[in-house]
Protein backbone atom coordinates (compact mmCIF):
# COMPACT_ATOMS: atom_id res chain seq x y z
CA UNK A 1 0.00 0.00 0.00
CA UNK A 2 0.98 3.72 -1.05
CA UNK A 3 1.58 6.00 2.74
CA UNK A 4 -1.46 8.02 1.33
CA UNK A 5 -3.65 5.02 1.18
CA UNK A 6 -2.05 3.39 4.71
CA UNK A 7 -3.33 6.84 6.45
CA UNK A 8 -6.43 7.16 4.98
CA UNK A 9 -7.56 3.71 6.22
CA UNK A 10 -5.69 4.31 9.72
CA UNK A 11 -7.95 7.63 9.97
CA UNK A 12 -10.46 6.24 9.08
CA UNK A 13 -10.88 3.05 10.87
CA UNK A 14 -9.51 5.15 14.36
CA UNK A 15 -12.56 7.34 13.30
CA UNK A 16 -15.16 4.99 13.56
CA UNK A 17 -13.36 3.16 16.52
CA UNK A 18 -13.77 6.29 18.40
CA UNK A 19 -17.44 7.40 17.16
CA UNK A 20 -18.85 3.97 17.92
CA UNK A 21 -17.02 3.99 21.50
CA UNK A 22 -18.13 7.74 21.91
CA UNK A 23 -21.70 6.82 21.10
CA UNK A 24 -21.81 3.70 22.66
CA UNK A 25 -20.12 4.49 26.12
CA UNK A 26 -19.48 8.10 26.46
CA UNK A 27 -21.67 9.71 25.35
CA UNK A 28 -24.79 8.04 27.67
CA UNK A 29 -22.39 8.92 30.39
CA UNK A 30 -22.07 12.66 29.58
CA UNK A 31 -26.04 12.35 29.13
CA UNK A 32 -25.93 11.62 32.54
CA UNK A 33 -24.25 14.87 34.22
CA UNK A 34 -25.04 18.26 33.53
CA UNK A 35 -24.90 20.29 30.15
CA UNK A 36 -21.41 22.16 31.63
CA UNK A 37 -19.44 19.02 32.78
CA UNK A 38 -20.33 17.49 29.75
CA UNK A 39 -18.37 20.60 27.94
CA UNK A 40 -15.81 20.21 30.30
CA UNK A 41 -14.75 16.68 29.88
CA UNK A 42 -15.52 16.82 26.25
CA UNK A 43 -13.03 19.76 25.91
CA UNK A 44 -10.19 18.09 27.76
CA UNK A 45 -8.27 16.45 25.10
CA UNK A 46 -8.35 19.79 23.24
CA UNK A 47 -6.34 20.76 26.06
CA UNK A 48 -3.64 18.93 24.57
CA UNK A 49 -3.44 20.32 20.94
CA UNK A 50 -0.37 22.43 21.96
CA UNK A 51 1.37 18.76 21.09
CA UNK A 52 0.36 20.12 17.47
CA UNK A 53 3.52 22.20 17.86
CA UNK A 54 5.40 18.83 16.96
CA UNK A 55 5.26 19.63 13.77
CA UNK A 56 7.96 22.39 13.63
CA UNK A 57 10.28 20.23 15.45
CA UNK A 58 13.55 19.27 13.28
CA UNK A 59 13.53 15.31 12.82
CA UNK A 60 10.29 14.43 14.22
CA UNK A 61 8.61 15.46 10.45
CA UNK A 62 10.64 15.40 7.62
CA UNK A 63 12.56 18.76 6.60
CA UNK A 64 10.36 18.28 3.85
CA UNK A 65 7.67 19.26 5.55
CA UNK A 66 5.32 21.94 3.46
CA UNK A 67 5.53 24.86 5.34
CA UNK A 68 1.98 25.70 4.57
CA UNK A 69 1.31 22.98 6.63
CA UNK A 70 3.38 22.63 9.56
CA UNK A 71 3.09 26.24 10.28
CA UNK A 72 -0.45 26.57 9.91
CA UNK A 73 -1.16 22.68 11.95
CA UNK A 74 1.38 24.27 14.82
CA UNK A 75 -0.22 27.37 15.33
CA UNK A 76 -3.37 26.95 14.82
CA UNK A 77 -3.05 23.97 17.56
CA UNK A 78 -1.81 25.84 19.71
CA UNK A 79 -4.42 28.13 19.13
CA UNK A 80 -7.37 26.00 19.73
CA UNK A 81 -5.49 24.26 22.39
CA UNK A 82 -5.32 27.76 24.22
CA UNK A 83 -8.67 28.49 24.19
CA UNK A 84 -9.45 24.86 24.91
CA UNK A 85 -8.01 25.74 28.79
CA UNK A 86 -9.38 29.20 28.66
CA UNK A 87 -12.89 26.95 28.26
CA UNK A 88 -11.76 24.51 30.63
CA UNK A 89 -11.16 27.08 33.10
CA UNK A 90 -14.14 28.94 32.29
CA UNK A 91 -16.27 25.81 32.90
CA UNK A 92 -15.10 24.75 35.99
CA UNK A 93 -15.41 27.96 37.73
CA UNK A 94 -18.92 28.48 36.04
CA UNK A 95 -18.13 31.81 34.72
CA UNK A 96 -21.10 34.11 32.81
CA UNK A 97 -19.02 33.39 29.46
CA UNK A 98 -18.50 29.76 29.73
CA UNK A 99 -20.98 29.04 26.51
CA UNK A 100 -19.53 31.65 24.14
CA UNK A 101 -16.18 30.40 25.02
CA UNK A 102 -17.11 26.76 24.42
CA UNK A 103 -18.24 27.82 20.91
CA UNK A 104 -15.31 29.72 20.05
CA UNK A 105 -12.74 27.18 20.91
CA UNK A 106 -14.99 25.06 19.22
CA UNK A 107 -15.11 26.69 15.79
CA UNK A 108 -12.08 27.73 16.22
CA UNK A 109 -10.81 23.85 16.89
CA UNK A 110 -12.70 22.53 14.16
CA UNK A 111 -11.94 25.07 11.75
CA UNK A 112 -8.20 24.42 12.27
CA UNK A 113 -8.79 20.53 12.02
CA UNK A 114 -10.15 21.12 8.54
CA UNK A 115 -7.72 23.50 7.28
CA UNK A 116 -5.21 20.74 8.71
CA UNK A 117 -7.21 17.51 6.49
CA UNK A 118 -7.52 19.76 3.65
CA UNK A 119 -3.42 19.61 3.47
CA UNK A 120 -2.72 16.19 1.59
CA UNK A 121 0.66 17.15 0.33
CA UNK A 122 1.68 16.98 3.54
CA UNK A 123 1.07 13.20 4.56
CA UNK A 124 4.45 11.87 2.96
CA UNK A 125 6.32 14.22 5.40
CA UNK A 126 4.93 13.47 8.80
CA UNK A 127 7.44 10.53 10.14
CA UNK A 128 7.53 10.42 13.89
CA UNK A 129 4.20 12.61 14.18
CA UNK A 130 2.06 10.64 12.17
CA UNK A 131 0.20 9.35 15.17
CA UNK A 132 -1.06 12.92 15.82
CA UNK A 133 -3.46 13.07 12.29
CA UNK A 134 -3.99 9.27 12.36
CA UNK A 135 -5.40 8.62 16.27
CA UNK A 136 -5.33 12.29 17.49
CA UNK A 137 -7.34 13.95 15.03
CA UNK A 138 -10.44 11.46 15.24
CA UNK A 139 -10.66 12.12 18.88
CA UNK A 140 -10.69 15.73 18.10
CA UNK A 141 -12.93 15.52 15.34
CA UNK A 142 -15.43 13.55 17.81
CA UNK A 143 -15.18 15.49 20.34
CA UNK A 144 -15.88 18.60 18.80
CA UNK A 145 -18.69 17.03 16.76
CA UNK A 146 -20.14 15.65 20.18
CA UNK A 147 -19.47 19.20 22.21
CA UNK A 148 -20.80 21.37 19.33
CA UNK A 149 -23.89 19.09 18.97
CA UNK A 150 -24.32 19.82 22.73
CA UNK A 151 -24.16 23.60 22.07
CA UNK A 152 -26.34 23.63 19.28
CA UNK A 153 -29.06 21.76 20.84
CA UNK A 154 -28.77 23.45 24.35
CA UNK A 155 -29.10 27.07 22.13
CA UNK A 156 -32.17 25.67 20.22
CA UNK A 157 -33.33 24.75 23.39
CA UNK A 158 -33.08 28.06 25.38
CA UNK A 159 -34.37 29.84 22.08
CA UNK A 160 -30.97 31.48 20.86
CA UNK A 161 -29.92 32.60 24.32
CA UNK A 162 -25.77 31.86 23.91
CA UNK A 163 -24.50 32.92 27.36
CA UNK A 164 -27.32 30.41 29.38
CA UNK A 165 -24.92 27.39 30.93
Known amino acids: MEPMEIFALQFALSFVVIALLARWYAGPLLNRLDHREALFWLTVPHAF ?80 AWYIPTFVVPLLLVTHFMALGRLWARLRSSGGKLAEG
Do not use: K
Not at 78 to 104: E, Q
Not at 119 to 128: G, L, R, Y
Open 49 to 128: RHLGMVFLVPGVVAPTMPVSFSAAAAYGDLAAGLLAIVALIALHRRWVAMIPLAWLFNVVGLLDLANALSHAEAVPHFQS
